[in-house]
């Protein structure tokens, strides 16, 4: 079945750098790859998504990178805030079903 | 919009009870999904409804899980009976296509289950 693993599992940085998350996934099918959010005691929520016909996709301090050929995306966020702690979850489609990484705990620090 | 709304948030259960978990979707959403999420293996798939039609149900851990969709705006997930290993929290999430073709899927914010 499908398979995506996801590095670092914690990662710290200070308020202003950057962060970035990578994950890789096994389905070469696969097209369609979320990123999540989850605060503490909430759901997950989509903040930036890409399709497998674009490389790269950007909103605002949060891009996404996608390498098709090598099976992996990266997740980087630029100028980190405080409210940016929180866990990380990279997804992607395969067939039917619908494949979460294992998370990343980001912790920002003032 | 209210967004995804599940009930209860806590439940707490000894270990054989019935426990009966609830989701109402964003309106207007065809899709319907539930997750669980525990430390050990992280965010599953446990079962997609499209068209309140049950899609793939391969995530569900074994007989003593069910799930209903009677209508548009209601799911439920049943656990009969309920282990100690079913503690976890559980994510009603909806979507307005199919699953894994770029629709966002909205979460509800969870069911925290604790089996004792």
């Known amino acids: 079945g499908e398979n995506v693993e996801q590095h670092p599992s914690t990662l710290s940085v200070q308020e202003g750098d950057s962060a970035v998350i990578k994950c890789t996934y096994s389905d070469s099918a696969s097209n369609y790859f979320p990123w999540y959010k989850q605060e503490l005691g909430k759901g997950p929520q989509l903040i930036i998504d890409?399709?497998?016909?674009?490389g790269e996709k950007k909103d605002q301090r949060i891009a996404v990178t996608l390498n098709k050929t090598a099976k992996h995306f990266s997740l980087h966020i630029t100028e980190t805030q405080p409210e940016d702690s929180a866990v990380y979850f990279c997804?992607?489609?395969?067939?039917?079903?619908?494949?979460f990484g294992p998370g990343t705990r980001l912790s920002v620090l003032p | 919009d209210a967004g995804v709304i599940q009930s209860p948030r806590h439940e707490v259960t000894e270990m054989g009870q019935e426990v009966t978990l609830r989701c109402k979707p964003i309106?207007?959403?065809?899709?319907l999904f539930w997750y669980r999420q525990t430390m050990m293996r992280g965010l599953e798939l446990l079962i997609y409804?499209?068209?309140?039609?049950?899609?793939?149900d391969s995530g569900m851990p074994e007989d003593r899980f069910s799930a209903k969709m009677p209508n548009a705006s209601f799911s439920t997930l049943k656990i009969q009976p309920s282990e100690p290993r079913d503690s976890a929290v559980y994510f009603c999430?909806?979507?307005?296509?199919?699953?894994?073709?770029?629709?966002?899927?909205?979460f509800g914010p969870g069911t925290r289950l604790t089996v004792t």
């Open positions: 999430a909806s979507s307005s296509g199919v699953l894994g073709q770029g629709y966002e899927q909205y």
């Open positions: 890409i399709r497998s016909n674009v």
């Open positions: 409804f499209n068209n309140n039609v049950p899609i793939d």
């Open positions: 309106s207007g959403h065809n899709s």
């Open positions: 997804a992607a489609n395969y067939g039917q079903n619908f494949v």
